[in-house]
């Protein structure tokens, strides 16, 4: 079984009871840390009804460990292949640092997965570094030092664990700011990497039981309905704006479950893949 956490967009955390069903949230949602234990199946959509009646307008979500857990079911991913070049640059533009903070954590995972313990240590440092762009550079220190020396012991199950914990520990930073919104985004930039990496890896061997694992309109509703609520200077910036169009394309698709096409996969992918580039090169902003 999986253990997961509830979020509401005003950035209140709920703890769910043990999770009986999971949603498959992307490769690394990267939405919160929790306990972490192996499922036994491949998830299948949320079913609502599984969980107490204070969930029902709350959208329960893996932690990062879980997912890849699930993905390691489908194969054996070719995860160097799936790994980004490059450094990144601090944008000037907060909503955007924020996207690509939880894009470089989402990245984190997939260098774990390929155990390239430099590539690790590169992005242990980016962390930090956007980090303090957006003023929670202290809730990370003791996690960026971890994530390196962990990573030159090959300690890749410690190293999760220290991606994880990084993640929660900028939320939390950010939510003692008020900084609700850019928080969201965190997590959006997350979730957006981890999709292009999955229906990449799902294309290349699409079958039913990956092409379910996108089964996730929940999550995609609540990231729209989490733009919708931000403030008007938020909602008109142009990476947010072109974000919140990409979940309202592929929101239908993902709805369709088991009867997700592989033409259907591989929009997703473009979608994400592009918008992705531009949270990391830029192209949006105010």
């Not at 949602?29 to 949320?46: E, F």
């Not at 959208?59 to 490059?86: H, M, Q, T, Y």
């Not at 930090?128 to 202290?138: G, Q, S, Y």
Request: glycine share 10%; with cysteine.
């Amino acid at each position: 079984m999986l253990h997961g956490k509830a979020l509401r967009c005003e950035g209140n955390f709920h703890m769910i009871p043990t999770v009986r069903r999971t949603l498959l949230t992307g490769v690394m949602t990267t939405l919160l840390s929790g306990g972490v234990l192996l499922a036994d199946n491949p998830p299948r959509k949320i079913d609502i009804s599984d969980f107490p009646a204070k969930a029902v307008d709350e959208v329960v979500v893996p932690v990062p460990s879980e997912i890849f857990a699930v993905l390691d079911k489908l194969g054996n991913p070719n995860w160097k292949a799936e790994l980004r070049e490059g450094k990144v640059r601090t944008p000037e533009d907060r909503a955007r640092t924020a996207l690509l903070l939880g894009n470089v954590i989402a990245e984190g995972f997939v260098a774990v997965e390929a155990e390239d313990a430099e590539r690790v240590k590169e992005l242990g440092r980016q962390v930090l570094t956007l980090a303090e762009a957006i003023n929670v550079r202290k809730s990370v220190i003791s996690r960026s030092k971890s994530i390196t020396d962990k990573a030159e012991q090959r300690d890749w199950r410690g190293v999760r664990a220290e991606f994880d914990g990084a993640l929660q520990d900028v939320r939390a930073a950010m939510d003692e700011l008020n900084d609700h919104d850019l928080s969201q985004l965190v997590s959006l930039g997350g979730w957006l990497r981890g999709t292009e990496v999955l229906t990449d890896i799902i294309g290349k061997g699409f079958s039913k039981d990956g092409a379910e694992l996108l089964h996730q309109p929940e999550l995609v509703n609540y990231f729209d309905r989490c733009i919708g609520s931000m403030p008007g200077r938020l909602r008109r910036n142009l990476l947010v704006a072109e974000i919140r169009d990409l979940l309202r394309k592929i929101g239908p698709i993902v709805n369709d479950g088991e009867h997700i096409s592989p033409e259907n996969i591989a929009m997703i992918r473009s979608l994400t893949k592009s918008v992705n580039g531009r949270i990391v090169s830029g192209g949006g902003g105010q």
